[in-house]
């Protein structure tokens, strides 16, 4: 409940401080207007050479797209900015200032910055996720839905912990920055499914940097293709990853001596 108070309060206080600068906005829907487009072209075109992709189909590939924007869009509202102003705080001895407040540490600084505009790309994805159900008239019931929202939660936990571990290497490392681009290059593979991939990327991005279970299987669970066995391992995976991240964090926390010392 706690957690949720601060989500509200720092998500207000990023309303305000981005309300000053609208034009970002806009500026950010037309960025991400441009990549959603860029991202369909490629999908035209290869869709003008064959009529299916590793088994998937066009309006199921566009389903994909449409959450791959999703979480790159949830990812950037606040973890990310988050996470990195956390790093930058262990440098410069403001984190110190965070031990001193009664809220969890790890709660406070995946909630401290909030970027606004960055809905931008929630909203786009989105809308071409709900067009390609609706153009292709998919069978989305209870069942799917449910099935989707769940492999959805699943990949936030799982992307969340990851960022949590790599952001905890700061710790450790004074230059961790470099490190979090391991992330953003392998997330661009996230737009297409992860099954076209040979096996050795394909393990990479289920086991090591979770983009498979971040955008294929929900795009799997609303098409209908997500089986049981693989939400049931989404969820057991989600679990083991929070709470190593949880467990690294506390490790941090007892290695940090404060930028006094």
């Known amino acids: ?22 034009v970002n906005f806009l500026f950010q829907l037309f960025e991400t207007g441009l990549g959603m487009a860029s991202v ?14 590793g088994g998937w189909k066009p309006a199921e590939l566009t389903a994909l797209i449409g959450i791959y924007f999703i979480v790159l869009g949830s990812i950037n509202v606040m973890v ?14 403001n984190f110190d200032y965070t031990l001193t407040k009664p809220a969890d540490a790890q709660v406070l600084v995946s909630l401290s910055e909030v970027r606004i505009w960055r809905l931008a790309d929630v909203l786009l ?9 609706v153009r292709e008239s998919m069978v989305v019931g209870w ?13 936030a936990v799982m992307v ?13 490392f004074i230059r961790v920055e470099n490190i979090l681009q391991i992330f953003w290059a392998m997330y661009t593979a996230g737009r297409w499914p992860v099954g076209i991939y040979p096996g050795w990327l394909k393990w990479t991005l289920t086991l090591v940097v979770p983009v ?23 969820l057991g995976l989600a679990c083991v990853l929070f709470a190593f991240s949880r467990w690294f964090w506390r490790v941090g926390i007892r290695k940090y001596a404060g930028a006094s010392s």
């Open 1 to 22: 409940m706690n957690a949720l108070r601060l989500l509200v309060v720092y998500f207000r206080i990023g309303l305000l401080g981005e309300a000053q600068y609208r």
């Open 40 to 53: 369909l072209a490629a999908i035209w075109v290869v869709f003008s050479q064959t009529d299916t992709l």
């Open 80 to 93: 990310a900015p988050s996470l990195q102003k956390f790093m930058e705080d262990i440098v410069t001895g």
């Open 125 to 133: 994805g989105a809308v071409a996720l709900v067009v390609s159900i």
């Open 143 to 155: 069942v799917e839905g449910g099935k989707f929202l769940l492999a959805l939660l699943a990949g």
């Open 160 to 172: 969340y912990s990851f960022w949590i571990v790599l952001a905890t290497l700061a710790f450790w």
């Open 212 to 234: 498979a279970f971040a955008v294929t299987v929900p795009a799997e669970a609303v098409s209908g293709r997500a089986s049981g066995t693989s939400l049931l391992g989404a």
